[in-house]
Nanobody
Framework: QVQLVESGGGLVQAGGSLRLSCAAS????????MGWYRQAPGKQRDLVAY???????KYVDSVKGRFTISRDYAKNTVYLQMDSLKPEDTAVYYC??????????????WGQGNQVTVSS
């Protein structure tokens, strides 16, 4: 069992920055992936970025060069630094934890969600 607690959402003007944090606790595996999804009203939940326990990262094209994902392994915490924010980044952001390469496919954990609103 893994629990994820998010923080850092809020309201910001276009061009501004926000930093999201997600702290994991419980039965943390040495091999895992942590990432961020987002869901705008009327849209599906889409992957934004992820980082593996080995440090490999991946970003959706729309945030490349603006967002940076990182993690503190000692604290089991993942961060999403969001710079040059655009109104189209407005969404509820969800932290997630899962296992790579199809391991334990039924075991995916989610944070509670954080609202990020970018005004123009």
């Amino acid at each position: 069992q893994v629990q994820l607690v998010e923080s850092g959402g809020g309201l910001v003007q276009a061009g501004g920055s926000l930093r999201l944090s997600c702290a994991a606790s419980g039965s943390i595996s040495s091999i895992n992936v942590m990432g961020w999804y987002r869901q705008a009203p009327g849209k599906q939940r889409d992957l934004v970025a992820y980082i593996s326990s080995g440090g490999s990262t991946k970003y959706v094209d729309s945030v490349k060069g603006r967002f940076t994902i990182s993690r503190d392994y000692a604290k089991n915490t993942v961060y999403l630094q969001m710079d040059s924010l655009k109104p189209e980044d407005t969404a509820v952001y969800y932290c997630s934890y899962w296992y790579p390469d199809g391991r334990y496919p039924d075991r995916r954990y989610w944070g509670q969600g954080n609202q990020v609103t970018v005004s123009s």
